[in-house]
Nanobody, 124 residues
């Protein structure tokens, strides 16, 4: 059973950077598939970036080249480096984890069992 706690969101001007983190406990997440999702007011939750236990990564098209997902196994912590932020990146960001994800479905929220409480990112 995995517990996830996000932090590191905040407010930033367009073009700026943020690096939210997701601290995990209860299990070594290096053996899990993990991902970042976001949900803006009035919109559905969408997958942003995912990382599998073998280190392979997946990104939604709108963040490719701007965001980078990474996992520090020693700290049991997931990160999302967000650069060149745009107003449309404004949302609540959530991390998620699961031990098994079907191939090609890394950014589908139905695939994940464990979720954090979210951290707000606002870009103005």
């Amino acid at each position: 059973h995995v517990q996830l706690v996000e932090s590191g969101g905040g407010s930033v001007q367009a073009g700026g950077s943020l690096r939210p983190s997701c601290a995990a406990s209860g299990a070594p997440v290096r053996t899990y598939c993990m991902a970042w999702f976001r949900q803006a007011p009035g919109k559905e939750r969408e997958g942003v970036a995912g990382i599998e236990s073998d280190g392979s990564t997946t990104y939604t098209d709108s963040v490719t080249g701007r965001f980078a997902i990474s996992l520090d196994a020693a700290k049991n912590t997931l990160y999302l480096q967000m650069n060149s932020l745009k107003s449309e990146d404004t949302a609540m960001y959530y991390c998620a984890a699961d031990s098994v994800i079907l191939p090609g479905r890394e950014l589908e929220d139905s695939q994940y069992t464990y979720w954090g409480q979210g951290t707000q990112v606002t870009v103005s």
